[in-house]
């Protein structure tokens, strides 16, 4: 291999490893996250959206208080939301489908 291809090659390798480097860097750390009840728009829930609906993407109203989505955590009951409902960590007796 000629001085140029070995050089060439090195500045690729050198770069590549910078490269990937940089994305371990600026990836943000995983933060823990936790159920969050009644914070989903409808269609919009993670999981368990009550009696009437089977899993993720299946509630039927907006803020639906038996349906959750992940947050990170700390931040569910700390939620605003329209009409002065706030998330909670278990499931709500608010704004529930008319069955």
């Known amino acids: 291999?000629?001085?140029?291809?070995?050089?060439?090659?090195?500045?690729?390798?050198?770069?590549?490893a910078v490269a990937a480097g940089g994305l371990i860097a600026t990836t943000p750390a995983q933060a823990a996250n936790v159920k969050c009840y009644g914070v989903a728009m409808a269609g919009q829930n993670d999981c368990a959206a009550g009696p009437g609906t089977t899993c993720a993407g299946t509630s039927k109203v907006d803020y639906q208080g038996n349906s959750w989505k992940y947050v990170a955590e700390g931040s569910c009951t700390e939620m605003m939301l329209p009409g002065d409902r706030m998330g909670s960590l278990s499931p709500l007796d608010r704004d529930l489908p008319e069955m």
């Open 1 to 16: 291999m000629s001085t140029q291809k070995k050089i060439s090659a090195a500045t690729l390798a050198g770069a590549l």
